[in-house]
């Protein structure tokens, strides 16, 4: 199994960037992606972003330009770095990874960092 932790949540003004953070533990060697997924209240979670094992990146069409996506195997994190930061933005902000074969494909979660964005 894979555990995720996350951290760089915060209060944050308009305009603004925070960094969050992501560390995996256990079974890290059968991690094919990682990725960001984000839940504003009274909405589905949503993809925020992903990189691939070979460091290609994805990321949803309300953060392109303004989000990115990085990934260190060898510390084992992943970083979601949030510039421009709008209002839209304010969520509970998961990360992801994506086992491969040897994990049986799942999906594994964080706990959740809460992001705010408000002046």
């Known amino acids: 199994q894979v555990q995720l932790v996350e951290s760089g949540g915060g209060l944050v003004q308009p305009g603004g960037s925070l960094r969050l953070s992501c560390v995996a533990s256990?079974?890290?060697?059968?991690?094919?992606?990682m990725g960001w997924y984000r839940q504003a209240p009274g909405k589905q979670r949503e993809l925020v972003g992903i990189i691939a094992n070979g460091r290609g990146t994805n990321y949803a069409d309300p953060v392109k330009g303004r989000f990115t996506i990085s990934r260190n195997n060898g510390a084992n994190m992943v970083y979601l770095q949030a510039n421009n930061l709008k209002p839209d933005d304010t969520a509970v902000y998961y990360c992801n990874a994506v086992g491969d074969r040897r994990l049986g494909f799942q999906n594994f979660w964080g706990q959740g960092t809460q992001v705010t964005v408000s002046s």
């Open positions: 256990g079974s890290i060697f059968g991690i094919n992606s």
